[in-house]
């Protein structure tokens, strides 16, 4: 699975409604194949492709950052996802999961046009077409399912590295989790992109009540990860950075397949 970070407080949420993968996520980036993806796991690390190497310049501030978002997860999101999960099945908070991710299509579509990966793009393309349609709003991932589009991963952080701009530094962002500068830019105008679908919503309460449950679903699904890796890390800040790039590195080279139901672990 990919951990996402996902450390957004309400007040927060507005803004990174529909921030794409690796959404805010606890985002390590959380996604599954057919066979779970495990970061804990030997095979995980097995023949490791050689990572790019990003500076952590401001290792001070970050660490702070870290243990704020640590905090924040640990005592306020992880108990109301806690208890979403409870009331909520694994299938409906699938099936809003569905709804959310199919929102995304548009924005990978473009970023996949931009890297000059045109079959993903087509993919991109068929998925939103198929999965808005017959799918009923995205609910139902069918082009996943019935017709073999599998969901592919584009943001324009990586759009931008494709066009040969380095990441800047490493970078721990309050209620985001960890990023680069490149990266965090990225999803910020990726985010900007999503905006089309809220603007007709005028509540702004409405829009907290959109964000809230997006995070907390998303968070509900990936219970259990982020503590499965603070528990066998001795410098917890360093593991988790390590697997952001470990994991963006096999994302990005399309070494991870991306799936719509993760697998739960209510812990």
Not at 99 to 124: K, T
Not at 178 to 203: C, E, H, K, Q, W
């Amino acid at each position: 699975m990919i951990m996402r970070y996902t450390i957004i407080p309400l007040f927060f949420l507005f803004f990174f409604f529909s921030v794409p993968l690796p959404v805010l996520h606890m985002s390590v980036a959380c996604a599954a194949s057919d066979e779970e993806v495990d970061f804990l796991s030997d095979d995980f690390y097995e023949e490791e492709p050689e990572i790019e190497q990003v500076g952590d310049p401001i290792e001070p501030f970050n660490r702070v950052m870290f243990q704020f978002n640590d905090h924040a997860y640990t005592y306020v999101l992880k108990p109301v996802a806690q208890g979403y999960a409870a009331v909520l099945p694994l299938d409906i908070r699938g099936i809003i999961d569905n709804f959310f991710r199919n929102l995304e299509e548009p924005v990978v579509f473009v970023n996949c046009l931009l890297q000059g990966r045109v079959a993903d793009a087509g993919s991109a393309l068929v998925r939103f077409v198929a999965n808005s349609t017959i799918g009923v709003g995205g609910l139902v991932d069918f082009a996943g399912r019935e017709i073999g589009f599998e969901p592919v991963e584009a943001t324009l952080g990586e759009t931008l590295g494709v066009w040969g701009i380095g990441d800047g530094f490493y970078l721990v962002v309050p209620f985001f989790g960890p990023s680069t500068l490149r990266d965090f830019t990225g999803t910020l105008v990726d985010s900007l992109a999503m905006t089309p679908y809220y603007t007709n919503i005028d509540s702004w309460g409405t829009k907290m009540g959109i964000y809230a449950e997006k995070t907390t679903n998303e968070i509900s699904l990936h219970l259990g990860e982020y503590e499965d890796l603070k528990k066998l890390s001795f410098d917890p800040y360093v593991a988790l950075r390590n697997s952001y790039f470990q994991y963006r590195k096999k994302l990005r080279d399309h070494r991870v397949d991306i799936e719509n139901f993760p697998v739960e672990d209510d812990r």
